[in-house]
């Protein structure tokens, strides 16, 4: 079975500050990889995914992530964050050829000014 | 395209009564998911359709809740008799089959069971 563990529940940080949500994934075929983001009040928006190819992807509103294969990880990072930027974080990966997500429990990103 | 549209976007009930949540996919997209958000148990997938079929209804709780797919355009799940116990965000995401597996959600419903 695949897993997605997200190493940190909540992550507070100072606006301009570099992030690094932390993802961890386990399988033994090829997978996937996706972040969604959740703002208050409202539905999971994808922000990047990785597919094949190039490890580092890069996403909206200036987030990147690596996918490390040796590691089973896929952390997201941005250099400076934004107040805006305040959401739930959530990994996700699905098998190839198959539709199902498997989500981490989110991580909760806090910007203090 | 107006995205994923689920309805109504607040629902509050007492304990027993029938909760119906709608959800319309973006046109085209072939399947369809429900899921249910809570603080202890996260983000949870309840069923899926694919081409208006039940492929996997695993996580459906118990047999008060029910969810159909009449035509591509709609789907409901259905709670009878609600409970305390059933309230959370249900979402509803669509995709279309074969773009790598990328879920569109919609807003989402919070209900409210007293």
């Known amino acids: 079975a695949q897993s997605v563990t997200q190493l940190d529940s909540q992550v507070p940080v100072f606006e301009e500050a570099p992030v690094e949500l932390r993802c961890n994934y386990s399988?033994?075929?090829?997978?996937?990889l996706f972040w969604y983001v959740q703002y208050p009040n409202q539905g999971l928006q994808l922000l990047l995914k990785?597919?094949?190819?190039?490890?580092l992807v890069k996403g909206i509103n200036g987030f990147e992530a690596e996918f490390n294969k040796s590691q089973t990880s896929f952390h997201l990072r941005k250099p400076s964050v934004h107040i805006s930027d305040t959401a739930e974080y959530f990994c996700?990966?699905?098998?190839?050829?198959?539709?199902?997500?498997?989500f981490g429990q989110g991580t909760r990103l806090t910007i203090n000014p | 395209d107006a995205g994923v549209i689920q309805s109504p976007r607040h629902e509050v009930t007492e304990m027993g009564q029938e909760v119906t949540l709608r959800c319309k996919p973006i046109s085209g997209h072939n399947s369809l998911f429900w899921y249910r958000q809570t603080m202890m148990r996260g983000l949870e997938l309840l069923i899926y359709f694919n081409n208006n079929v039940p492929i996997d209804d695993s996580g459906m709780p118990e047999d008060r809740f029910s969810a159909k797919m009449p035509n591509a355009s709609f789907s409901t799940l259905k709670i009878q008799p609600s409970e305390p116990r059933d309230s959370a965000v249900y979402f509803c995401a669509s995709i279309l089959q074969g773009a790598y597996n990328e879920q569109f959600f919609g807003p989402g419903t919070r209900l409210t069971v007293l």
């Open positions: 399988s033994s075929v090829s997978v996937y």
């Open positions: 996700a990966l699905s098998i190839q050829g198959a539709q199902k997500l498997v």
């Open positions: 990785y597919l094949s190819g190039s490890t």
